[in-house]
């Protein structure tokens, strides 16, 4: 029998993250991943921005996530030797009609993120007509290969078993829980992303889970100097490689890449690109959304051996960070996390 005091569910991002956080702490821990090629993490786009386009405000705790955000891609880079962090400037095209929106913007607190400002747009493979901002920090994180170098550096430090959880083989004890009559965890955390809508205990806690396909096309002579955002982003990958996406869709959830969402993005895609390209590949996930857009993270009401760590949604690498740490606090020093993403809002 394996003892450990925190059982994770689930290594994506979320899973990930917390484990990483659990051994910052010197916190002990296992985790159970049975590997999906379609989980969010697996096939995410990766990006984020501080500033939300559709208000033109600073995005809610920006300060906060980004600096949890630096700090925890660049310990996991340094842990593993590897590249996860890519900062890259957003180029944000925008009707010229919203200029003096924008003006108004950069005036504001969140023109600290607005860099530039042009009246227009004179970039080979762009479409000209729009006007243009420069948004800074952003950037992205290449969530597969965090959570493939991740996994690697867990299975060869035996923190991680590589199967699919039965809910079934739980078997509650006085003093823990014994997982596939195997390991014995004190406690035990869900982090299965889109697949916690079947789970038990945290099935209904407000998920509203939502399809994304994303491309990567092939696109020799486009600038990689930038994240180009449209009503799409453009993602700069290297050797004229861009991932584009993504797609919304709550209605068909399901993992297949369809032609439906291959057309929304070339569509959106066209009215920006004005060079050929190739698609190359087409992927499609489920997000992790809750209603109220804002994470999950708690432990059971009912069930205090039991917690949840999910609703990254489509935000999950500048959520990610911040909230593995406060759901570490949570596990390690039982300090509960505030209201506004605390589960049991949905109890
Ligand atoms: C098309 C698309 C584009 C996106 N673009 C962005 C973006 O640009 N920026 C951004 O920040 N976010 C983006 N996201 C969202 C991001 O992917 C998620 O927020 C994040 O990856 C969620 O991580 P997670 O660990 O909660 O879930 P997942 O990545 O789904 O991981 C869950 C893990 O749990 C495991 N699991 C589940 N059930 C079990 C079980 N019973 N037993 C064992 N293991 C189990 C699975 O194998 C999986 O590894 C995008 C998502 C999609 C689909």
Not at 198 to 218: A, R, Y
Not at 255 to 281: C, H, M, R, T, W
Request: include cysteine; glycine fraction near 8%; charged fraction near 20%.
């Amino acid at each position: 029998m394996r003892n450990t005091k925190h059982l994770i569910i689930g290594q994506g991002l979320a899973g990930t993250l917390l484990a990483a956080e659990l051994l910052k702490q010197g916190s002990d821990f296992m985790i159970i991943d049975a590997f999906s090629p379609d989980a969010a993490s697996q096939v995410a786009g990766g990006a984020f921005i501080p500033i939300v386009f559709r208000t033109l405000k600073k995005a809610e705790m920006i300060d906060e996530y980004l600096h949890a955000l630096f700090k925890t891609y660049e310990s996991l880079e340094n842990l593993t030797s590897n590249k996860f962090l890519q900062l890259v400037p957003s180029l944000k095209l925008f009707h010229c009609d919203d200029f003096h929106k924008w003006q108004q913007a950069k005036k504001s607190p969140a023109g600290e993120f607005i860099t530039e400002l042009f009246d227009s747009v004179s970039i080979t493979g762009l479409k000209q007509g729009f006007c243009s901002a420069v948004i800074e920090p952003s950037g992205w994180v290449d969530t597969k290969q965090l959570t493939g170098k991740m996994g690697e550096w867990f299975l060869g430090k035996n923190h991680l078993i590589e199967e699919k959880l039965d809910y079934s083989r739980i078997e509650f004890q006085k003093d823990g829980m014994v997982v596939h009559g195997k390991i014995k965890a004190e406690k035990i955390i869900f982090c299965e992303g889109a697949m916690a809508i079947h789970n038990p205990w945290f099935g209904n806690t407000g998920f509203s889970i939502n399809k994304g396909e994303i491309l990567e096309i092939d696109a020799p002579g486009l600038p990689v100097d930038y994240i180009i955002r449209g009503d799409v982003f453009v993602m700069p990958l290297g050797n004229s490689r861009f991932r584009v996406g993504a797609t919304y869709d709550l209605k068909n959830i399901d993992n297949n890449p369809s032609e439906a969402g291959k057309q929304q993005l070339l569509q959106k895609l066209d009215l920006i690109l004005n060079l050929p390209y190739k698609v190359i590949s087409h992927n499609a996930g489920i997000r992790p959304a809750i209603k109220d857009r804002k994470p999950i993270l708690g432990m059971h009401p009912d069930l205090p051996q039991i917690y949840i760590f999910n609703g990254l949604g489509s935000k999950g690498v500048l959520f990610g960070p911040y909230w593995a740490a406060k759901m570490a606090e949570l596990l390690i020093h039982g300090k509960i996390p505030p209201s506004m993403v605390n589960v049991n809002r949905y109890f």
